[in-house]
């Protein structure tokens, strides 16, 4: 479908300076900015989520984090940033942006919505974090990319995403992660690109330069790279979603470290920052979290680095989210001044130097805040004046909608689909095959298999699947890195803790390895301890996203492995809880160390 431009559907039916494209993109945004009242400004600088309706209409009513009321945001609000949650079809999914950005133009000024999403191409369902591709191109996660190594496919990955994001309007990629996985239990280690600062820098920049291109402009999606200055070193690998994981420590003096793969993402030109939830433990910084961190934001960001792009803070840290029945769902992740109100947690923020707070509807706060002189209105300029010069170097005010048919065409893609599939088996690592002089892969023939974790139909074209290891040539088994299981809403799709198998299921492993050679596969989202199991496999395999079939072509040798270690696999739960959380591959006696990995 054709869509009429921004111009026409102003409803003032007037050519205003910032409505030209013509003229220079700093002139547009003084000449708007001018026109804008400070209820306007303020909802500039928020930046919620935003759910729709499974028909692409807009939602007006309880979503899956709470209630959801576009309308009144857009409309009343003045709320034009939003994190778009889950999807549909992509046709519906396209629809519903068209239908979003009508809504914005019927507004006094006509500001047109920016659309931003969490990674969305991968094999994560965390609601939290990440959603599972869908209909869009399946990839292995960013770790398993790291895997790969190689640059150049990262930034075609990023190239081809950035075009299914653009189809169905989505402007900002809420990534990529340049956290390091120094430790090996925190829960968000599959986002990141490893615990190599130097690979991580390498990969940060070529997923930056596929998403935004050289110059950010009508075609970029911007990145909000994040979470500066690095989330890796978790306490005791705890995450700080959670007041639990509120320390950020550095027992090995590793800070600057952190910063490594940052210095790569200013270099390639991100258009965005994200601070994490953490709070600086026995550092020179004020001990809160880094949205609050005066010191992390503007000295070492805006000053040390240069950074005039926009600082958005992580979601939540204002205000609690409630369910319908007033029950608390998520906490506001306001470590280190809990005991401040809201309106006082955003001067602080404001005063620390972001520009924008992310999963927050209270634009009303800042308004308090300026009409009771506690911020100025020439501070909320500043930061209004980043959030529409990004609106119009992407193009929105000249034309924000999309092809909803084109939408259909390039989403999931078959080609880009093939790219995904060979990214996948690219990034698969062959820890183990059979005996020092008897490899047991690749498998020939036709053998009989008996599987878990694997679809029947995907067993069909290479074996004959049977019910019994008793009765099989061999056993495949696909596994998960272990956690345990937390309570409480958000929680839950945190896989946290502990990364060896209990007992129970240990034994029940064990036992399958002793009565047929057995094929083991694990989903490494964090670093598995899997001593045991690793000796007694006669082959084994780990897999960053990666389909069964994927998996079948390389055992079948269809393809060979070519993946390496992105982190080290440590050899011990004594090993992990040793380590020193800031400083990478630095576990006694790893079981496998960074950058392992065998071919055929």
Partial sequence: MTEHTFRDLNKNGRLDPYEDSRLPVEERVADLLGQMTLEEKAGLMFHTMLGMNPDGT???????????????????????????????????????????????????????????????????????????????????EPIGLAAIGDEELTRQFADMARQEYLAVGIRVALHPMADLAT??????????????????????AAYIRGFQGEVLGAQSVACMTKHFPGGGPQMNGED?????????????????????????????????????????????????????????????????????????????????????DGRL????????????????????????????FGGEACPEVIVELARGGQVSEARIDGSARRLLR???RLGLFDNPFVDEDRAVEIVGNPAFQTAGDLAQRRSIVLLKNGGENTPLLPLTGRPKLYVEGIAPEAVAP???????????????????????????????????????FKESELSRILEILGRVPTIVDIYLERPAVIPEIA????????????????????????????????????????AVRAQKEDVPYDSENPLFPFGFGLGY
């Fill in 390 to 392: 990004e609106k119009f």
């Fill in 240 to 324: 700080p979603h959670f007041s639990i994981g509120k320390e950020q420590v550095y027992p090995g003096n590793h800070f600057d470290y952190h910063l490594i793969p940052f210095q790569a993402a200013f270099a390639a030109g991100t258009s965005q920052i994200m601070p994490y939830y953490g709070m600086p433990v026995e550092t020179e910084h004020e001990a809160v979290g880094f949205g609050f961190n005066r010191g992390i934001v503007t000295g070492l960001l805006r000053e040390k680095y240069g950074f005039d792009g926009i600082v958005c803070t992580d979601w939540r840290l204002l205000t609690d989210a409630l369910g319908a």
């Fill in 58 to 140: 807009l939602q007006d009513g309880m979503g899956g984090f709470g209630p959801i009321f576009t309308t009144r945001m857009v409309a009343e609000q003045k709320i034009n940033h939003f994190n778009v949650l889950r999807g549909a079809e992509p046709g519906t999914m396209a629809a519903w942006h068209n239908r979003l950005q009508r809504l914005a133009a019927s507004t006094r000024l006509g500001i047109p919505v920016t659309l931003s999403s969490d990674p969305r191409h991968a094999f994560t369902n965390n609601p939290g974090a990440a959603l599972m591709a869908g209909h869009f191109s399946q990839w292995p």
């Fill in 329 to 356: 769902m998520v906490e506001a992740k306001c470590w280190g001044v809990e005991d401040l109100s809201a309106a006082e947690r955003a001067r602080k923020a404001l005063d620390a130097g972001v520009d924008q």
């Fill in 462 to 500: 290479f074996a004959e699947r049977v019910e019994s290891p008793d009765a099989a040539d061999f056993a495949i088994l696909r596994l998960s890195t272990p956690y345990e299981p937390r309570e409480g809403f958000l929680e839950r799709f945190f896989h946290s803790g502990d990364l060896d």
């Fill in 535 to 574: 000796a007694n496999s006669g082959a084994l395999l780990a897999n960053f996203g990666a389909s069964d079939a994927a998996l079948l072509d390389l055992i079948f040798g269809r393809c060979a492995p070519t993946g390496k270690l992105p982190f080290e696999l440590p050899s011990s739960m004594e």
């Fill in 183 to 204: 430790e090996p239990r925190w829960a968000r280690i599959n986002g990141t690109f490893g615990e190599d600062a130097q690979l991580s820098a390498r990969q940060t």
